[in-house]
């Protein structure tokens, strides 16, 4: 692991695993998780061997970022639009561990990737720097570390001139979101549920002073 000059820690292969267990107990509750688990508490302790997938994703294939080696919160980041083969998804463990919750957690979770998709290519499709995961440990919330994560990212963003958008089925994300400059750009409902994805954009801001004078490197490896 390799400290920038920003504050923030540029995470590796070995961070992998560790970089899944975080994301897995921050999101076991949300409410995306229990619709693709359906309820099923059992297979929710599987999520990290799930979460190890997305994690090698964003470190081979991405840019991953932690608050600190502890990573109390952690952001990956994709240059859109994102090209890995199908063999680069083979080599983070695809479809094994995406399989780990069953294959009716695979099928949705598949879903819920071309919908994310084909809302990008719908409402933005062009390029941009896509937060795909902002993932803070139930014990660090409200510390500030989601802010202390994303700030020195966004301003290099701006310096860049470079736009972002996610998406976020969290309403109370929604709001935080907007703090740092992302605006909703459109809204779509996942199938036979009561959860809505709000997709948002963050356009270059030149009045954004979110991290120090230092700079950190966006471009993928």
């Not at 795909?132 to 310096?159: C, H, N, T, W």
């Amino acid at each position: 692991m390799i400290q920038s000059d920003n504050g923030l820690y540029r995470l590796e292969k070995t961070d992998i695993k560790h970089l899944a267990r975080v994301a897995a107990e921050a999101f076991r509750d949300d409410p995306l998780t229990v619709y693709l688990l359906q309820g099923d508490t059992q297979k929710a302790k599987r999520l990290p061997i799930v979460f190890e997938y997305y994690a090698a994703l964003g470190i081979k294939y991405g840019q991953a970022y932690a608050s600190s080696p502890d990573m109390e919160a952690v952001s990956i980041w994709f240059d859109t639009p994102v090209r890995i083969s199908f063999w680069q998804l083979i080599s983070c463990g695809f479809p094994l561990k995406n399989l780990w919750c069953g294959f009716n957690y695979f099928q949705r979770d598949m879903q819920l990737n071309n919908l994310c998709d084909k809302m990008r290519d719908q409402l933005y499709p062009f390029s941009n720097k896509y937060l795909a995961l902002l993932a803070v440990a139930p014990k660090y919330r409200m510390q500030g570390f989601a802010s202390k994560v994303i700030r020195p990212i966004l301003a290099e963003l701006d310096r860049s001139n470079v736009t972002s958008y996610l998406e976020t089925q969290n309403l109370q994300n929604v709001n935080m979101y907007r703090r740092w400059g992302y605006e909703e750009i459109g809204q779509f409902n996942l199938p036979l549920s009561n959860i809505s994805l709000h997709a948002m954009l963050r356009k270059i801001r030149k009045d954004y002073h979110g991290g120090n004078s230092s700079s950190i490197s966006l471009q993928a490896e």
